[in-house]
């Protein structure tokens, strides 16, 4: 890996960020209002005698969703603004390796995360007077990681799904996330899911961390192995979304698909 | 003889049981122009892709520079570049930035100077705060054209550089990519559906058809071909 060659990329990046409304509006105008969305709901929620916990977990909750959602976005979504230009194919062709390419868009992805996360700390703190901190530092700064980690691996796999079959199928990068949504437990506990559903919902690491954060909040415990599995099983999400990405690389590489995508 | 800066033997591309491109072998000296001339559906845009490792191909080898591409890759995309009207550069961005993030990929030495150098013989300087979004057919041709030459490559692939321009702006890009090749060492493989054009600024001709070369001539010989390429062309057409 070359920092310069990562550094074009990033270089790229940091211009449409810039430059593109769309951007602007998707990752932060967006999020922020979701935040500040949430938190209104959770105030009303904690109104009339509620056990103010739960509608405070709501706003914590929609925190790390976003942290997810963005993630996930902007590493795939950062490749679909090149092939939306017809420009895929002369990023290829300069001498940067595939790798170097991602690792900018995931540093991307990482930075811009960063930033909505502090923000939305901050709003839930002076808005609504909700301190996402007094969690503690390791689990609010742990989870983060691990929600970061959670979407890089699915937003690798996204993009290489277009890259495989094609633009028609581009509304996967930035809808599939919705989907996931349900299944990790982010606003509710696993317990709320139908009985069948819920080893589904075990099946995403994120899920562990939405619960950990849960307990916290109430005041509970929660089993230190249940971390250290969902931290496994998120590197391993994270190896194997890497290793298909290559496989769907080849494939589009042999298919033509990649080359068809950016005519 | 010269040296060889590309060497393609056994090239094929089989898109599941069709042959796209079917068992090629040509090669360009440094400092030629090699028109690689075909109907549409010959197979010149796979050849070019494979050449650039976007498509992998099925069968082959490939030596840039006597050197095999598989093995160095990074060192041969160093040493040429491409061009065709069927990728533009990102949209969102303006031309200077665009330049700017491959003259940090080809790590291009005083960037800047070399942007404004090359933008100005193309006679674009004047749109480099522009979106790329907001210029003409024409002047994108000419800014990627711009970038093609940011690494100083001694082979540039060209893949239908022209396609989709108006017959005077075609004139004036073909007379910048002669003259900005007589001030140096230049090869060019140049992909055309057009006769006249690849007569225009090849040195050798290679006819293409069903993926197969049928026919290489130099410009010369071309007049005595024009019937020979408008058969090949009417028999694709008539499929
Ligand atoms: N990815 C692909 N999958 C299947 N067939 C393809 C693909 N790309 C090109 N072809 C077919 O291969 C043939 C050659 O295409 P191409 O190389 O684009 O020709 P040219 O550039 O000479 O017009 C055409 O018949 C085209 O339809
Ligand atoms: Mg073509």
């Avoid at chain 1, 960063?114 to 996402?132: D, G, K, P």
């Avoid at chain 1, 937003?155 to 949504?181: K, R």
């Avoid at chain 2, 300087?125 to 093609?148: C, D, M, P």
Wanted: aromatic share 12%; net charge positive.
């Amino acid at each position: 890996m070359k920092w310069r060659n990562i550094r074009a990329v990033l270089l790229q990046d940091l211009y449409l960020t810039k430059g593109s409304m769309e951007v602007i509006f998707d990752v932060f105008v967006f999020t922020s209002i979701n935040i500040l969305l949430f938190g209104f709901i959770s105030r009303y929620l904690s109104q009339g005698g509620n056990k103010g916990f739960e509608a405070q977990s709501l706003l914590v909750a929609v925190i790390f969703w976003e942290v997810i959602r963005i993630t996930q976005y902007s590493t795939s979504v950062s490749s679909m603004w090149n092939v939306w230009s017809h420009n895929l194919s002369n990023m290829f062709i300069a001498p940067i390796r595939v790798g170097e390419y991602f690792c900018a868009h995931v540093m991307t992805a990482v930075i811009k995360s960063l930033f909505i996360f502090v923000n939305a700390l901050i709003i839930a703190r002076y808005v609504f007077h909700v301190s996402v901190l007094r969690l503690g530092a390791f689990p609010v700064l742990f989870s983060y990681i691990n929600m970061v980690i959670f979407s890089v691996a699915i937003g690798v796999v996204l993009i290489g799904l277009v890259f495989q079959y094609g633009t028609q199928i581009q509304v996967l990068t930035w809808a599939t996330i919705y989907a996931i949504e349900p299944l990790c437990a982010v606003f509710f506990p696993v317990g709320v899911l139908p009985a069948v559903i819920q080893p589904v919902a075990y099946l995403f690491p994120v899920t562990y961390f939405f619960e950990w954060l849960r307990a916290l909040q109430a005041g509970a415990s929660y089993e230190v192995h249940k971390i250290i599995l969902a931290t496994a099983l998120n590197l391993v999400y994270l190896l194997a979304g890497c290793y298909i990405f290559s496989r769907q690389l080849a494939a589009a590489k042999r298919s033509g698909q990649i080359v068809r995508n950016d005519l | 003889m010269s040296e060889t800066v590309l060497e393609v033997t056994g090239l094929t591309k089989r898109f599941g049981k069709f042959v796209a491109v079917n068992n090629i072998d040509f090669s360009i000296a440094r400092g030629e122009i090699v028109g690689l001339l075909g109907p549409n559906g010959a197979g010149k845009s796979s050849t070019i892709q494979m050449l650039l490792g976007l498509l992998t191909p099925s069968d082959g080898q490939i030596r840039f520079f006597n050197k095999d591409f598989n093995k160095h890759r990074l060192e041969v995309l160093q040493r040429i570049n491409y061009l065709s009207a069927f990728n533009t550069l990102q949209e969102m961005i303006s031309v200077r930035e665009n330049l700017h993030v491959f003259a940090v990929a080809y790590n291009v030495k005083k960037s800047k100077h070399k942007i404004d150098e090359l933008l100005d013989f193309f006679g674009v300087l004047h749109l480099k705060n522009e979106r790329y979004q907001h210029i003409s057919a024409g002047q994108r041709t000419r800014v990627n054209l711009a970038k093609a030459f940011l690494n100083d490559p001694e082979l540039v692939l060209m893949d239908e550089p022209t396609a989709s321009l108006d017959p005077d702006i075609v004139d004036k890009v073909l007379s910048m990519i002669e003259q900005f090749r007589r001030e140096r060492q230049l090869s060019i493989l140049y992909t055309s559906h057009n006769l006249h054009e690849v007569e225009r600024i090849c040195d050798r001709v290679i006819f293409m058809s069903h993926g197969k070369i049928v026919k290489e001539a130099v410009p010369k010989d071309l007049p005595s071909l024009h019937n020979l390429f408008l058969q090949i062309a009417r028999e694709t057409s008539e499929e």
